[in-house]
Each structure stands twice: as structure tokens, then as C-alpha cells.
């Protein structure tokens, strides 16, 4: 879980223009792996499980809901 409190964009703050406040947002993600042999793993992540919308800076959103997956082998 990522959560991140409601934070102040001042990039385009002057005298005339008020800063804008980012709201706060809470992300889920999901991480799994599973040992297939002593060499070999497959494993799956899910970031942003809930399709949240999120913005870190004003109009700069983040991704949606990405999933990843794979294996990995150690010789």
C-alpha cells in the first residue's frame, strides 16, 4: 500500500496565483512469487490494483493499473 497525504504544487505560484493542492490518494499493489525449481521462479506484480487516478503534480497523472509478469532463472 502507497498513501500519500494532500501535498502543495508551488511550481507556478506567484503573487497572483494561489498554489494548488494535490489530493491525498491511497494505491494498492500486489506482489507474488512462486518457486517452480531450485533455478527457476515465476512471479507476478499488480501496481495500482484499483485503476486508482492519482496526480503527484498538477495535470501530470500517473499510470493506471499496470501488471507485470515473469520468471527468473540463477545458474
Do not use: C, H, K
Not at 43 to 69: H, P, V, W
Amino acid at each position: 500500500m502507497r498513501w500519500s497525504g494532500e501535498t502543495i504544487d508551488t511550481a507556478r505560484t506567484s503573487a497572483t496565483v494561489t498554489p494548488f493542492v494535490n489530493r491525498a490518494y491511497t494505491i494498492i499493489d500486489l506482489r507474488a512469487e512462486m518457486p517452480v525449481t531450485q533455478t527457476l521462479t515465476l512471479f507476478a506484480r499488480a501496481e495500482n490494483l484499483f485503476d486508482d487516478y492519482y496526480e503527484t503534480a498538477r495535470r501530470y497523472g500517473q499510470l493506471g493499473r499496470s501488471i507485470y509478469a515473469g520468471f527468473r532463472a540463477r545458474l
